[in-house]
């Protein structure tokens, strides 16, 4: 007996700690962007939001209730401004402008999963990313001035808020949806002057697949022995036997 309840108890520590939701998910998202402070040369045009996107592969553990995910992220986040142009005729003018920043990240995030059915469940999330800038882009809408890219230096730091809602396909596949708020803290880039912070409102799909998923470890049931009774006819010499 106490030989089956150790064995019992080690097969429940190896799935606990060795398959405990382990999984994968790629993801892709798109949105709107805007900076809230200009950079020494602009001035922003108001509240006016401009596209984002992005792209996620991250792998993540979940144990009971609690979810941890990080991996690597891709997305740009940008602001309209007004840029300060030098004209060829007329002298210099002022002409509306795109900026788009591109990030390469890693997001770690915290969630806690919340089971609404036997298919359906939510998870809210929170996270912290650092992103490493990769190129920036600037598109003028001035007819005469085409648009300039060129690499970009600097490290940003970024907090996150995100609901994720997960429907189960299979013990191992989930289809996965998530909005998400971003908020970058205030930045100066290498070519800069004045730092500036932006924020980023996306919708995320993606799909999650269990790589190893825990079991949950029942009691066995376990009879006792019927207890031994003693034949009062047989002699001794058949006990002996």
């Known amino acids: ?3 089956l309840l ?9 799935q606990l700690f060795a398959r405990d939701g382990f999984f994968v998910q790629p993801i892709i998202g798109a949105g709107f962007t805007n900076a809230t402070v200009a950079t020494s040369s602009s ?15 991250l792998f993540g553990y979940k144990l009971n209730n609690i979810v941890f995910k990080t991996g690597l992220s891709y997305f740009n986040a940008g602001y309209l401004f007004t840029a300060i ?55 003028f809408t001035a007819s005469e001035y085409k648009s300039m890219s060129w690499p970009e230096k600097g490290t940003s730091s970024f ?4 609901l994720e809602v997960n429907y189960r396909l299979s013990s191992k596949f989930y289809l996965t949806a998530s909005p998400e708020a971003q908020y970058m803290f205030p930045t100066r880039f290498d070519n800069d002057t004045k730092y500036f912070s932006n924020y980023t409102y996306t919708l995320n799909l993606g799909v999650k697949y269990f790589v ?15 207890p031994r009774t003693v034949n009062e006819n047989i002699t001794p010499n058949e006990m002996n036997k």
Do not use: W
């Open 6 to 14: 150790l064995f019992f108890l080690l097969v429940c520590h190896f």
């Open 159 to 162: 907090a996150s808020v995100q």
């Open 85 to 139: 142009l030098a004209g060829t005729e007329t002298g210099s003018f002022k002409s509306p402008a795109y900026r788009s920043d591109n990030y390469l990240a890693l997001p770690v995030s915290i969630g806690y999963d919340i089971k609404l059915t036997n298919n359906l469940s939510i998870t809210p999330y929170l996270g912290y990313f650092l992103g490493f800038a990769q190129n920036r882009t600037t598109i």
């Open 212 to 226: 190893s998923k825990r079991h949950k470890c029942v009691m066995p049931v376990v009879e006792p022995d019927a």
């Open 1 to 3: 007996m106490k030989k």
């Open 43 to 57: 001035t922003p045009l108001g509240n006016m939001a401009k596209p984002s996107c992005k792209s996620q592969f």
